[in-house]
Structure formats: C-alpha cells, structure tokens
DNA sequence: CTTGACCTTCCCATGATGGGAAGGTGTAGC
DNA sequence: GCTACACCTTCCCATCATGGGAAGGTCAAG
C-alpha cells in the first residue's frame, strides 16, 4: 500500500503521515526498490489510532505518549487513565473559557439595539478606559 | 511614553505592541529623535482596545474591523452586533466541540479501572479498528 | 511510448506570541 | 565626564499542526 492508499484508510492525510514520520511520532515505514513508502495494515491501525487521539484533542506529544502505552502491553492502566483524565480538566478548562468569552459578549450583544445608530454598549465596553 | 510605559499601561506586550503597528492593526506612533517609539494617550487606549477584543476571542482581523468601527463615529450597531454575534456562534461552537471530547474521554475513562493491569477501554477504543 | 496519476524531497506560509542577539540611548550616581 | 544599568531598536528563530506548491522520479493503462 502506497502512501495515498494509507492516508485514505486512515483518515490521515499523507502530508501528515510524513510529517507524523518526520517527527518520530510514528515508524519510518518500509521502502520500495524505487523509493516509495510501503504500508501495511499495522501502520494503517497505528495511523488510525493517532488520528483518533488527535481528534479527541491530545497533542501529538500527548498522542506519542498513549501510543507507548497502546504498545505497552504491560501497562498499568491508571497511567492511561491519568493522562486522560488530565486531558479532559485541560478540555473542560478551554471550552469553559471559550463559553465565559461567548456569554460576555452575548450579554454586551443584547444590550446593542442594533440599528442605524452608531450607539453601542459592545464598542464602548470594549473601549471603556477600565 | 516609551513602548515599556505603553505596555505597561495597556496590558499588551512590547513585543506585541510591535507586531500590531508591523502588520498594520494599529497606527505608527511618532518616534523620538533617536527613534524610540513615543506613545500618548490615545495610543494607549487603542491598544487597551486591542487587549480587550482579543481576550474576547476575536482575532487579530477581527480585532482590526471591530477598531475601524470604533473609530468610525457614523457606524451602524448593527454592523458591530452582526459581528459580534457571529463571534459569539463561533465560540460556542469550538466550546461545544471541546466539550464533546471531554465527555466521550471522560465516558471512556469511567469505564477504566485505573489499576495496574494493562485492560484499558480508553485505548482499546482509540484503537479500535473502526 | 505517451499520458496522467502518483510518489519523492524541499521550501514556504499560516496565527499569535515569545526568546534572544547585536547594537544604540538615556539616566543616575560617582 | 565616566560607568553601569535599564531601556530601546531591528532582525532572526521557534512554537504547533497543517496545507500549498515546485521540481523531479515512478508506475500503469492505453
């Protein structure tokens, strides 16, 4: 399986995919004679599962560090455990500051009569000398 | 004032205080004989502006419209609303993205013992081929 | 044998921010 | 006046994850 093939059965693109190799995230691959990368159903698994961490929001460090512990097969799962639940304070702390950013300006909106007028609590809080 | 003396009073960084006149968010301020950046008030207000939009989330583009309105004494509020407003959809969308991905890992690491065996449904789920 | 789809590596860009080097300026104390 | 130190200037580099694209090699179908 060439690299295109891998990144369609994964949901990795393949620019990802080399640069994931690059950075040793993931095995260098076998080589073809004439130099393409050769991929079989255990890259595509291990590329699957990166992509699958990435898209619950572990960093590529974090993704390197849950890819050991899937290796791992004398892991304890608490270590697997502390990571994610780590990982979801840190979650819950971003979306919590996104939703306090939301609801500041949809209050500051909802005071704004939007119209023609150029009078608007939005500016004028943002701009207030504070 | 000197840039030090500007960020210290608007809470923006030496550092960024250049960057936004370099990319053209904020006017270049008059500079000394011996070419130091001289800030007065006005300055200082717009770059506590500046502050301001984007601890609200708003980009630095973003930022640059909110400040031509600002400045801009015939502006609609409705112009500055429907800005918000998207803003305000925006950030409670990437919150409620956030927040699905804590409640799926939190769900996944309810179910692991967290003990020193290596059985983990946090990793077999990431895992898992499908 | 040509064509087109694929692959390779290499470089550049993003967005917002910080770090740091090399060198000039301003001021306080002696 | 001289020294020390804090500040300023510009310039380059790094981050993080991703995409774009160029220049050139490979492969398979027609």
Redesign the pocket.
């Known amino acids: 399986m ?4 891998a990144a369609e059965a994964s949901g990795v ?4 995919i ?2 994931y190799e690059q950075i040793g995230l993931i095995e260098p691959p076998a080589r ?6 050769v991929y079989a159903e255990p890259n595509v698994h291990t590329l699957r599962f990166v992509r699958r961490a ?1 898209s619950l929001g572990f ?3 974090e993704t390197g560090a849950l890819l050991a512990l899937w290796r791992d097969r004398s892991r304890a799962s608490a270590d697997v455990k502390t990571l994610a639940l780590k990982h979801v304070a840190e979650l819950e702390e971003k979306a919590a500051a996104l939703q306090a950013m939301a609801a500041t300006l949809r209050h500051l909106a909802s005071h704004c009569h939007g119209d023609k007028r150029p009078d608007c609590p939005i500016l004028d809080k943002i701009g207030s000398p504070n």
Chains 1, 2 share one sequence.
């Open positions: 060439n690299i295109g093939q693109s393949a620019k990802m080399r640069y073809s004679q004439s130099g393409y990368r990435r960093s590529v460090e």
